[in-house]
């Protein structure tokens, strides 16, 4: 709130003096790394540097904020986009140049910078959230670095893609707004196979259908993918219940695709092997597919 503060009334003057704004969200890479290989201590020492480097690096009469844990803002008037991602570069450079021993050893020390220029009519929510996109990005792009928030840059278009459909992943597993389909799998020249079938998902939105490539990516992003997986284990196996004379007399079979954070959650197993388990019938019909890339 006070950076929002701060902003709308930098914004205001800049727009007095027929200036623009440059906000700069910088994020210390792995900061979490740091603190688990050589001590909170260590971790310390690194926001004080970076905090000094910010300082001497924005210019004379800009605002430089620690707004969160490992997260620094600065708000600083500016004539171009361009002049603000000169800034937001210099940072990065400047923090990866810092030098740290411990132990003889060098702590590398770096930040992602997320650069936003705004004109007066950006509200300070909204410059705030293009900032840290763009602060994103440039941790995709393999940290270290300054991006400059793009309409038309396809990283930020993705992420904010991901942020306009996160909301509605968040009330389809809450409130139940996903849909289970059954794809059949049928084999060439063996008639008369046991039946298969890949259960699919759909979320409600609006009346309509949405397919999961429009929003398994910000699921995957947010991390959201295991709570899905229990959605669709849960329900698939409530629905196939109903049905279960039917599923264990013609034999067939259901596949589920599980996520691989889904597979790196030390908790699913158990949930799993409770569902399977309250439901011994089906278990032989089920198969769990993994994906390749996970």
Known sequence: EGLENTYAMETARAAA???????????????????ECHGYDVGDEVLRLVARTLVATAPSGALVARVAGDRFSIVAEMDTADGAFALG????????????????????????????????????????NRAQLACRVAKERG????ELYRAEDAGIARREEDLAVIGDVFRAVQHDEFLLMAQPIVALGTPGAAPQFEILLRMRRDG??????????????YHLMPAIDRWVVRHSLAL?????????????????????????????AEFLERQVHAHPALGPHLTFEITETA
């Open 143 to 146: 940290r270290g670095r300054a």
């Open 17 to 35: 003096e027929s200036r623009g704004l440059g906000l700069l969200h910088v994020d210390v890479d792995l900061l979490h790394v740091t603190n």
């Open 208 to 221: 309509d259908l949405v397919p999961p490539g429009e929003f398994l990516g910000a699921a995957e992003h």
């Open 240 to 268: 196939l219940h109903l049905h279960q004379a039917l599923v264990v007399s013609t034999g067939a079979r259901f596949s589920i695709n599980l996520s691989g954070q889904s597979l790196g959650d030390p908790d699913f």
């Open 89 to 128: 570069a210099r940072a990065a450079d400047s923090i990866r140049s810092l030098e740290l021993q411990v132990r003889g050893d060098r702590v590398p020390v770096s930040a992602s910078v997320g650069v936003f220029f705004a004109s007066p009519a950006v509200r300070p929510g909204e410059a705030q």
